[in-house]
């Protein structure tokens, strides 16, 4: 007997006893032990970057809203690995600033940049036509980071301001998609970003025009990577639901419980998007605790989820929300 068939026979006598020691009853717990294990060690691995990443190098990546805050980051994360850049935003000299830096930073051509309105389909035609004809190449990877936010309650809101958001948060999704996902199936090659927020899955007081928005961009990206599988496309889709990020654009707006709760650094939050995108993850709740949000939402009745929110302070969270201030 060579020395695997002694610890097979050996882990063969070891169950056998546990069985007649435990009976199914124990098998089923270690069993039910084993998968926790693996699934949280999966989850760790995932959640620390630590899984089998893609190349970014040479791809094209196309970022809306990349004249500041995650969309700025991102930019310098992905020119760093060696990825070709492409930013629109309605703030030009925002946008002109992060080109100028990454192109000192990385390389001459490494990164361009358009004015362009992505509520306005006709802007985002001719902005990515500039866009592949610089970097003479189609667009590997789109990034719908563009949005707004007007933190003002229902009654109190304007009718402009509520279709000003529904069109750059939702609408305009549609279309960034439909300009570059035909080439992607085609080339059997790229990868769809939406960045939505835990307000795409949880309703905030002050925030109906936003949350309906957000949860438009979450059923957007589901609908859309449920298109993908239905034709066993290559094409990757991933949804990012931050809770807030210190980037300015939620300034005022307060977690109850900090510990619990944090108010994510734009560091961190960049660095957990690209790690998803190069990890093909589908979809990143974070903090990941909200995850049991969404949980109580789908499995106790409405009252235990209101209450519970109303409990973390969630409801709360937008009273003193002052805005970008610049
Ligand atoms: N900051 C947060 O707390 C938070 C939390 C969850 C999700 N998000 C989402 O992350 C994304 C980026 O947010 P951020 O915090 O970096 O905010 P930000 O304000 O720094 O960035 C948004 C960018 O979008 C641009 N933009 C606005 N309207 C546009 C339009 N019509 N066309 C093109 N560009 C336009 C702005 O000029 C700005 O550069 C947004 O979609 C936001 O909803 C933010």
Known sequence: MNKLQQILTRGQDFWQKFYEKKGKKGVAQVAVLGLGLLYLQYQV????????KKSVVNEHIFITGGASGIGRSMAISFAKLGAKISIVDVNEQGLNKVVDQLNALYGEKTA??????????????????????????????????????????????????????????????????????????????????????????VGVR????????KFGAVGFDESLRFELRATKSNVKTTCICPYFINTGMFDGAKSKFPLLFPILSEK??????????????????????????????????TFVYDNMMELFGVSESMDDFKGRQQ
């Open 206 to 213: 002050g925030l109906a025009d936003y949350c309906a928005s």
């Open 268 to 301: 961190y939050a960049t660095q957990r998007i690209v790690n998803a995108v190069l990890q093909d993850e589908a979809v990143v709740i974070m903090p990941i605790i909200l995850n049991f949000a969404i949980m109580v939402k789908a499995l106790f009745p």
């Open 112 to 201: 361009f940049g358009t004015q362009c309105d992505v509520s306005d389909p006709q802007s985002v035609k001719n902005a990515i036509k500039r866009c592949v004809e610089f970097h003479q190449k189609k667009i590997d990877i789109l990034i719908n980071n563009a949005g707004v936010v007007s933190g003002k309650q229902i009654l109190q809101n304007t009718d402009a301001s509520i279709a000003r958001t529904m069109n750059i948060n939702t609408t305009a999704h549609h279309w960034t998609v439909r300009e570059v996902l035909g080439d992607m199936i085609a080339n059997r090659h790229g990868h769809i970003v939406t960045i939505a927020s835990i307000a795409g899955w």
């Open 45 to 52: 691995r995932k959640y620390n970057g630590w899984l089998k």
